[in-house]
């Protein structure tokens, strides 16, 4: 449980610090010129879509090694970082439509980067629905891992999409091969409000992680 008390502080932590960059995007970075003041949900949108991605990725890459290694400490951390991924997720659909409907007058519309984003939601979701379906632990994992791996084999599509496809999502302005085209102020914004949640990507992990080890532990005094 010391795991988990860890987690509860680093999430709580995250959570103050994102009310601060808050209070830096609203009253110290510069009102984006044709945007306006909804563009002020960037550093709370991208650092989420991102996370959202980089959850899924990571889930993909322990379901790769936990198909070698068979550690079920492997298959605990997807399994946190896939229920990270997934309230990361909520977020990016969240506050998508809430800073789209200004800009582009529409709640949603079913944009590749949109569209792809919401099947990465719906992978997250099956993921968690088939690790609860499942009571074998071992074949839940593997099951688990190779759907997990399915999901990483998204994440690229889901950044190349703005190239591949004509779409209303603005292409990529930091994470691009040339230098970020953002002005300093709000590249600053937005790269402390990346560093909070990733603050809070761990904090969650851990809490997830610890309560992992315990259901297993009470799974094994009942068999006991």
């Known amino acids: 449980m010391s795991l988990a008390r860890k987690g509860r502080l680093i999430t709580l932590i ?16 510069p009102v ?4 306006g003041p909804a563009q002020k949900i960037y550093y709370l949108h991208v650092p ?10 990571l889930v993909g890459l322990a379901g790769i090694f936990y198909l070698f290694l068979k550690d079920p400490r492997l298959d605990r951390f997807a399994e946190a970082s896939a229920e990270a991924g997934t309230v990361f997720a909520s977020i990016v659909l969240t506050t998508g439509p809430i800073w789209g409907k200004p ?3 529409t709640w949603w519309t079913w944009d590749a980067r949109l569209t792809s984003t919401l099947f990465l939601f719906f992978l997250y979701i099956g993921y968690l629905l088939l690790r609860g379906a ?8 593997r099951y688990a891992a190779v759907l997990g791996i399915c999901g990483m084999c998204l994440v690229p599509f ?17 994470l691009k091969p040339s230098a ?23 904090g969650f992990v851990m809490q997830r992680y610890a309560l992992a080890l315990e259901r297993e532990e009470q799974e094994r005094s009942a068999h006991a």
């Open 134 to 141: 499942i009571d074998d632990a071992s074949l839940r994992a």
């Open 32 to 35: 984006e010129r044709l945007q």
């Open 14 to 29: 995250g959570l103050g610090l994102l009310a601060l960059v808050y209070v830096r995007a609203l009253a110290f970075t």
């Open 180 to 202: 970020p085209s953002l002005p300093g102020s709000m590249l600053v914004t937005l790269l402390v409000s990346f560093g909070v949640f990733t603050l809070l990507y761990v």
């Open 158 to 174: 889901i950044h190349l999409s703005v190239y591949l496809f004509r779409t209303l999502h603005p292409q990529p302005i930091v």
């Open 48 to 57: 989420a879509a991102i996370w959202a991605e980089m959850a899924m990725f």
């Open 103 to 105: 800009i582009w007058g």
